[in-house]
């Protein structure tokens, strides 16, 4: 019904920069919330979201390097990760809170994950 694709991992070196993209498609009516979590061994963090009036919130550790952004006419959703840390590495997965045309009510859908690996 609904796939979110996520793009735009990879290796970089500490202080470097990578932009994360996240398609959404299928049978969509709305999209609430969208947001990129980090799966590090044994975690799964939130990283950031933004709703639909692109009100924004970040984990305190990201803030003032990451920006999370979406483009509602593309159903996409967007993570510019400034200033990278070794820290910062793990799988990102994306996750938005969808409406289909088939039930009134949002529910949960996630992306594959895309590995984010930063070197020191």
């Known amino acids: 019904q609904v796939q979110l694709v996520e793009s735009g991992g990879g290796l970089v070196l500490a202080g470097g920069s990578l932009r994360l993209s996240c398609a959404a498609s299928g049978s969509i009516s709305s999209i609430n919330f969208m947001g990129w979590y980090r799966q590090a061994p044994g975690k799964q963090r939130l990283v950031a979201v933004i709703?639909?009036?692109?009100?924004?919130m970040y984990a305190d550790s990201v803030k003032d390097r990451f920006i999370i952004s979406r483009d509602n006419a593309k159903n996409t959703v967007y993570l510019q990760m400034n200033s990278l840390k070794p820290e910062d590495t793990g799988v990102y997965y994306c996750?938005?809170?969808?409406?289909?045309?088939?039930?009134?009510?949002?529910?949960?859908?996630w992306g594959q994950g895309t590995q984010v690996t930063v070197s020191s």
């Open positions: 996750n938005a809170e969808v409406r289909t045309y088939y039930r009134l009510n949002y529910e949960d859908y």
């Open positions: 709703g639909g009036k692109n009100r924004t």
